[in-house]
């Protein structure tokens, strides 16, 4: 086989060239030229005029478009495929660069040999011709296809884009209108809404908490409502750390320096809706309130006072009376046979009755100043104090048992305030057995030092029947009553006082029924 023959078997396999009879291969492969070029040898660049049509006989030839990132590769030819085919019928400049990439042999049919071919052989040029068009007319169908269902993508595509337009309109409406409410809501709120992001940055304050802590400053929660007690900004974090909410009463900071006690509910905010968490805090003013409950107690006080006093006025006026009448009996029996040294006793013991009446009278003012520290013996202070209780009508038919713990070191604090915790709360469990009856009602007092010798421990209990269990965990820090007409100071009052000698007080029900108070003490008090 010739080298002629092989490169007519060649052509054969060539689309452009695929059809034509066997002798006008042999005379278009007369106009070939054979070119045998090395690996890496460029046949044309990307702009270069077009002149010359490539058919790889042996190797391959990338087709390649040059760019700063990089080169692109568009495709590759091997044997029996075409290069740069429209290069026979214009000069167009090359749309890429075409690169051997290996050793390779080419025919190559130039311009001007390819008008030579038709102009002797023009039935050659015109099947050329025609399979050229028919390769154009299918490239442009193809191409028309693919710009078809590009425009129908970017139809669909565009479609899409406005449903998600009309969704993402609809949905501004939705949060303007949200976002609206909201404002509307936290303006008209009576109390002071803050909200934070998780580090306690402030992001969002109603007028009301503007009002009571003035402007937000650096942004920090804690920085502008400060708190008297350090440990709250840590106790509020652990608790909305475990998605816990968080109540309590603090004293903070407001406008000018003046102290403010609030009550304060931290709620998390698990969702913001944008990935992330938040914070809400809310405040209650209860400044005025706690002054009105202060002044209410001191009432209260002097009132609990007043009623003992008369209790006990009346008890001794009972026998006063009786004395007083005797004297006089007695003064007016003997007349004047006695001697003048036993009339003068007898005018004196009239004269004492009269002043012991007076004294009764007084008995308001028989307690221990209110705020001075004394060192006092607990138990004999509570056994006095029981003596002193029992002739009132609320108390004086109900047993009261004590058991004196032994050893008892003597308690520093505040013997007035002690008092009054005790007197709440024997009078309150005497009004828990009001209208009982029965065999098993009473009071039992008890005190105990415990191990370590740096506390006591008080525990007054009642045969009554017990606190409701939903209001065991509110009684020392609501206003909570079991009494028709109690109004919840009294207990919050005892908290106060005990915890201001550093102290602490529990409740409980007892098994075999009534509740059962335990109080606390350090045997030194916690404030000086």
């Known amino acids: 086989m ?72 568009l495709a590759q030819r091997g044997p029996g495929e075409i290069i740069g085919e429209m290069a026979i019928v214009d000069s167009a400049p090359r749309f890429a660069t075409a690169v051997c990439q290996v050793d390779s042999e080419l025919f190559v049919l130039s311009r001007g040999q390819f008008h030579e071919v038709i102009q002797r052989r023009p039935e ?71 909200v934070t992001d998780s580090q ?47 109540k309590g009463e603090v004293e903070v900071t407001g406008q000018s320096g003046r102290a403010l006690i609030c009550k304060l509910v931290a709620a998390p905010i698990t969702d913001t809706g944008e990935g992330t968490t938040a914070r809400l805090w809310m405040f209650e003013d209860l400044t005025e309130m706690r002054l009105l409950e202060q002044q209410t107690l001191r009432r209260e006080h002097l009132a609990t006072k007043g ?55 007084n008995l308001l003012h028989s307690r221990h100043p209110a705020g001075q520290k004394s060192t006092i013996n607990l138990n004999a202070f509570l056994d006095n104090q029981i003596a002193f209780l029992r002739p009132q009508k609320r108390i004086k038919k109900i047993p009261i048992h004590t058991e004196w713990g032994e050893g008892l070191p003597e308690l520093n604090c505040d013997a007035s305030a002690i008092q009054q915790v ?16 029965g065999s098993t009602i009473g009071v039992w007092v008890k005190t105990q030092n415990l ?3 740096g506390k006591v421990r008080l525990t ?16 020392f820090k609501e206003r909570v009553s079991t009494k028709p007409t109690g109004h919840g100071f009294g207990l919050l009052t005892i908290a106060r006082i005990i915890a201001d000698h550093g102290g602490s007080i529990n409740v409980r029900n007892r098994a075999e029924g009534g509740a059962e108070f335990e109080v606390l003490l350090p045997v030194t008090s916690a404030t000086s």
Not at 47 to 53: A, F, V
């Open 124 to 194: 050659i040029a015109s099947r050329i011709l025609r399979v050229l068009a028919a390769r154009v007319r299918e490239t442009d169908n193809a191409d028309l296809q693919q710009l078809e269902r590009k425009n129908r993508d970017l139809e669909a595509a565009r479609d899409r884009l406005e449903h998600l337009l009309c969704e993402l309109e609809s949905s501004n409406r939705n949060l303007e209108a949200a976002l609206s409410y909201r404002d509307r809501a936290l303006a008209v709120a009576p109390y002071p809404v803050i």
């Open 460 to 475: 007054v209990a009642d045969s009554g029947p017990g606190i409701p269990d939903n209001l065991l965990p509110m009684l």
């Open 451 to 453: 191990p370590g010798g």
């Open 307 to 361: 009623e003992m006093a008369a209790e006990i006025a009346h008890e001794l006026n009972n026998f006063l009376a009786v004395l007083s009448g005797n004297a006089e009996l007695l003064t007016m029996t003997i007349g004047g046979s006695v001697p003048e040294k036993v009339q003068k006793r007898l005018h004196n013991m009239c004269e004492t009755i009269e002043r012991i009446k007076v004294f009764t009278d």
């Open 422 to 437: 005790f007197y709440n709360l024997i009078l309150n469990a005497a009004d828990a057995l009001a209208g009982a009856t």
């Open 200 to 246: 306690n940055q402030v992001r969002l304050i109603n007028p009301a908490a503007m009002a009571l802590f003035g402007p937000a400053g650096d942004g920090d929660l804690w920085s502008w409502v400060k708190p008297a007690d350090a440990t709250v900004p840590d106790s509020t974090d652990a608790a909305l750390q475990r998605n816990v909410t968080w």
């Open 2 to 73: 010739n080298l002629t023959d092989t490169g007519r078997i060649v052509l054969q396999h060539v689309d452009l060239f695929s059809g034509l009879p066997a002798d006008d291969l042999r005379e278009f492969h007369r106009y070939l030229e054979t070119r045998r070029v090395p690996k890496g040898t460029i046949l044309f660049n990307e702009g270069d005029d077009g002149d010359s049509l490539y058919v790889v006989r042996h190797g391959a030839v990338q087709i390649i478009k040059r760019r700063d990132e990089g080169d692109l590769l």
